[in-house]
């Protein structure tokens, strides 16, 4: 059984950055692909971004060249760093942890893009 923690979420500018951590609870090198969803208001979970064993990354075209997906193995933490927001990637969103064929989700952290 995967635990995730996300953090970092919360209200920033059109324009501004954020950094979503997710924190699994065992180490991430036994996880084949950690990743970020996010869901808004009225609409379907999305994919946004993930990243597997090996170490490539997938994105979400809405979203490439703005968001970046790394991890700290020694920390068991998974990042999403999110620059130029836009009042559209107003959402919630949520780790997720893909494990021998299961798949693990955070609670979720809010990201709010308003002026």
């Known amino acids: 059984q995967v635990q995730l923690v996300e953090s970092g979420g919360g209200l920033v500018q059109p324009g501004g950055s954020l950094r979503l951590s997710c924190q699994a609870s065992?180490?991430?090198?036994?996880?084949?692909?950690m990743g970020w969803y996010r869901q808004a208001p009225g609409k379907q979970r999305e994919f946004v971004a993930n990243i597997v064993s090996g170490g490539s990354t997938n994105y979400r075209d809405a979203v490439k060249g703005r968001f970046t997906i790394s991890r700290d193995n020694a920390e068991n933490t998974v990042y999403l760093q999110m620059h130029s927001l836009k009042p559209e990637d107003t959402a919630v969103y949520y780790c997720?942890?893909?494990?021998?064929?299961?798949?693990?989700w955070g609670q979720g952290t809010q990201v709010t893009v308003s002026s």
């Open positions: 065992e180490s991430i090198f036994s996880i084949n692909t």
């Open positions: 997720n942890a893909y494990k021998n064929r299961r798949d693990y």
